[in-house]
């Protein structure tokens, strides 16, 4: 990326990789299922060769914890080049976020949309996936060669994606020994295949 104008603010993404658990209420019989993982770092290069300063995202996360707290923390399946949350797209609600050393660690709710059963059943079939946050902001390069999230960033939102591209950024469940196995085996269904499946095609 080169070197944006700090008052000229573009969309940023960054993809990290989410360890979650499948969570199971005793008191649904639905079940609904939460992951919890890293949903950002700070102070480190992520894929897209860019850095977020601490105190920019602790300052982020103290305003996005109004919208935790109200239930309006929304996230959509895939990430779209818009600042824009589009509701019909949304698959899931954080629900909490708290730092642990530099990185963020957040809880996320998959919710029953179109987008969210799709998510759900992705993560039933051990499917890995990422985490994205969306916001709007300037960068500029420093001498490293590095790009340094500046003081303008605005965090929207928290996207699940098919394409993390920084490193212990995807989100996968605790795998059974039979999971295993299949993997070891080469049997486990591809992509788009599980995606077909999904929509009855």
Same mark, same amino acid.
């Given at each position: 990326?080169?070197?944006? $104008? *700090? ?13 979650? &658990?499948?969570? *199971? ?6 079940? $609904? ?20 300063? /601490?105190?920019?995202? !602790?300052? !982020?996360?103290?305003?996005?914890? @109004?919208?935790?707290? !109200?239930?309006?923390?929304? %996230? ?21 976020? !708290?730092?642990?050393? @530099?990185?963020?660690? %957040? @809880? ?6 179109? *987008?969210? =059963? ?6 039933? /079939? ?14 500029? /390069? ?8 500046? &003081? ?21 469940? =605790?795998?059974?020994?039979?999971? =295993?196995?299949?993997?070891? =085996?080469? *049997? $486990?269904?591809?992509? &788009?295949?599980?995606?077909? @499946?999904?929509?009855?095609?």
């Amino acid at each position: 990326m080169t070197e944006i $104008i *700090k008052n000229d603010p573009n969309l940023l993404h960054s993809f990290l990789l989410f360890e979650y &658990d499948d969570v *199971k209420p005793s008191t649904s019989s639905d079940g $609904i299922v939460k992951m919890k993982g890293i949903i950002q770092a700070a102070g480190k290069p992520n894929a897209n060769n860019r850095i977020y300063p /601490r105190q920019i995202l !602790e300052r !982020e996360d103290r305003r996005y914890k @109004e919208l935790v707290r !109200e239930r309006r923390a929304l %996230g959509e399946l895939d990430h779209p080049d818009s600042p824009i949350i589009q509701l019909e797209n949304v698959s899931h609600l954080v629900t909490d976020t !708290e730092w642990d050393g @530099e990185n963020l660690i %957040g @809880e996320i709710e998959v919710l029953d949309t179109p *987008k969210g =059963q799709i998510l759900g059943k992705l993560v039933e /079939r051990r499917i890995k996936l990422g985490i994205s946050s969306r916001g709007l902001g300037s960068v500029r /390069r420093n001498s490293d060669g590095y790009d340094i999230v500046e &003081d303008d960033f605005n965090l929207v939102c928290y996207d699940m994606v098919s394409n993390p591209s920084t490193s212990n950024a995807y989100m996968h469940l =605790q795998e059974s020994a039979a999971y =295993q196995t299949l993997m070891k =085996q080469n *049997k $486990i269904m591809r992509l &788009d295949n599980i995606l077909d @499946e999904i929509l009855g095609l």
